[in-house]
């Protein structure tokens, strides 16, 4: 008898919510963006931004692409 096993890559760039934006980052897109709260000058900026993370990084949200 045979026994074969399948192992999967849980790693950020096999995952159905990351995006690419080069061949090692991207961004998570498993949550709305986030408000990044930053200072210019004598200004305070806001942006939302989805987290940015490298291909091989991996978290627990991790759902197959």
Do not use: I, L
């Not at 986030?34 to 305070?44: C, G, I, L, S």
């Amino acid at each position: 008898m045979s026994t074969s096993t399948t192992t999967v890559a849980k790693a950020c760039s096999a995952c159905a919510y990351w995006k690419s934006s080069s061949a090692t980052f991207g961004e998570c897109r498993r949550h709305a963006p986030q408000t990044v709260v930053f200072k210019v000058d004598a200004d305070t900026k806001f942006e939302s931004r989805f987290p940015e993370t490298k291909a091989a990084d991996w978290c627990g949200d991790f759902a197959q692409a």
